[in-house]
Structures are given as structure tokens and as C-alpha cells.
């Protein structure tokens, strides 16, 4: 059974930083691709960051140049930095794996709250 455990949530104040990082297990199949995605309150699910196996990565335009995503491929894990935090980056953060047999699963989510 496939598991995604997500860490780093957390209260920061704004211009600070966090990282979040997602370890995937419990399957046979190759990663496809990587992300992070973000729910604020009232809102939609929006993509954040992505990277592929086949090593693009894709950026939301309100986080580039401020997050960035990286996957370590050898333990199934992908990070997002988050550097410069503003308020409206308050959100549940869900990382989405995405298998080669067209299967996506999703994180439980972990909270972001930058406030001071």
C-alpha cells in the first residue's frame, strides 16, 4: 500500500523560512513525478511546485524565485524550500506522487500558517 508521510509544516513569521519535505513508499512502480500542492481557507487547490523524473520542474508564478522543489530519487522523497514567506502563503500543503502506471496519490497535508 503506497504511503506518503509529509513533514516540516509549521507557524512561521513572514520572510521567514520552512522546509517541507514528502517520502513516498509501498510500491513497485517508478515515480512519474513530484509536487507540492496548497488549499487556503475558501479556496481551490492549486499546484505550487512539480518536478518529473525526467527532471523539469514547474513553478506557480506566485512562488517563483521564493520556493524551491528537489527530489531525492534514491530515497522517494521530495522537498519544497520555502524561503520568504508572506501571509498568503497560509495553506494545508498536500504532496501528490504520480506512479508510471498513471496512478496519483496524495499526503494528508501538512499546515503552513506565516503569520506574526
Known amino acids: 500500500q503506497v504511503q506518503l508521510v509529509e513533514s516540516g509544516g509549521g507557524l512561521v513569521q513572514p520572510g521567514g523560512s520552512l522546509r517541507l519535505s514528502c517520502a513516498a513508499s509501498?510500491?513497485?512502480?517508478?515515480?512519474?513525478?513530484m509536487g507540492w500542492y496548497r488549499q487556503a481557507p475558501g479556496k481551490e487547490r492549486e499546484l505550487v511546485a512539480v518536478?518529473?523524473?525526467?527532471?523539469?520542474?514547474n513553478y506557480a508564478d506566485s512562488v517563483k524565485g521564493r520556493f524551491t522543489i528537489s527530489e531525492d530519487n534514491a530515497k522517494n522523497t521530495v522537498n519544497l524550500q520555502m524561503n520568504s514567506l508572506k501571509p498568503e502563503d497560509t495553506a494545508v500543503y498536500y504532496c501528490?506522487?504520480?506512479?508510471?502506471?498513471?496512478?496519483?496519490?496524495w499526503g494528508k497535508g501538512t499546515l503552513v500558517t506565516v503569520s506574526s
Open positions: 518536478t518529473t523524473s525526467g527532471g523539469s520542474t
Open positions: 501528490k506522487v504520480r506512479y508510471n502506471n498513471g496512478i496519483n496519490y
Open positions: 509501498g510500491t513497485i512502480f517508478s515515480i512519474n513525478s
